[in-house]
């Protein structure tokens, strides 16, 4: 652990000009083309159309806010969005979820204040793309959040870890997943893989190098800072948001 603490130490001093860069590039991308979004809204919906109720807004212009998208927790129309580009072989991105992330659920999701949408992405080889698609197809089973727990909840300290085919079972077996057969089968749908690789690719479209990253309303964050980081983040947004 104290390796881990060490490197997320050294990273930090990166992660704030690697966050005001990819703000830079955000704002550019939307502001040029609109790319950005249509891209993101293309992967996070496993490739079937949805029609983002407010995430065009130049306050908030990644958020999807699309009802059908089974990767986010949270109302839809909630003043901010909190969106997590990550990877589930990333150890920060483990440490996000185990440390920090069940607070943020509990005093900003649970409460209606912020939505939670995660964006997978495949930083670190195929084992990522195939833990994408896991996570996909246990999302369609309505089983996102205790599948992601799942999987972070056993990565090692300070590598990354091995996903097989037979450990992502496993961990479907553990999120309770209601159809396992149908589990297993997705893991070779050419649709979720094809919407996975796209999520990736549309992450470095928008500038984003490493994860975890997030982005919420027209500020974003590097790493898997502490909660009080987080805090501040979402706290600002929804002062800028307003009373709803």
Do not use: W
């Amino acid at each position: 652990m104290q390796v881990l603490k060490r490197r997320l130490r050294n990273a930090r001093r990166l992660n704030v000009a690697l966050a005001v860069a990819a703000v830079f590039l955000l704002v550019v991308a939307i502001a040029g083309s609109g790319s950005g979004k249509t891209g993101a809204a293309r992967s996070a919906t496993n490739g079937t159309a949805g029609t983002p109720s407010g995430g065009t807004d130049a306050a908030d212009p990644i958020a999807l806010r699309d009802p059908k998208d089974p990767l986010a927790v949270g109302d839809v129309d909630a003043p901010v969005v909190l969106v997590e580009f990550a990877d589930l072989r990333c150890p920060y991105c483990a440490l996000f979820a185990q440390q920090t992330l069940p607070a943020l659920l509990k005093d900003y999701v649970d409460t209606g204040k912020v939505r939670y949408e995660f964006r997978d992405v495949a930083f670190f080889g195929d084992q990522s793309v195939d833990a994408a698609v896991a996570l996909r197809a246990a999302a369609e089973q309505g089983r996102f959040m205790q599948y992601l727990a799942a999987v972070y909840g056993a990565a090692p300290e300070n590598k990354h870890p091995d996903l097989s085919r037979k450990k992502l079972i496993a961990f479907a077996q553990s999120a309770g997943v209601p159809d396992m057969a149908a589990f297993e089968s997705d893991l070779d749908r050419k649709d979720l893989r094809d919407a996975a690789n796209a999520a990736t690719s549309d992450a470095h479209q928008l500038g984003i190098t490493s994860v975890p990253f997030f982005v919420a309303g027209d500020q974003a964050l590097s790493g898997a800072q502490p909660l009080a980081a987080f805090r501040q983040l979402l706290d600002s947004q929804l002062a800028k948001a307003g009373p709803r």
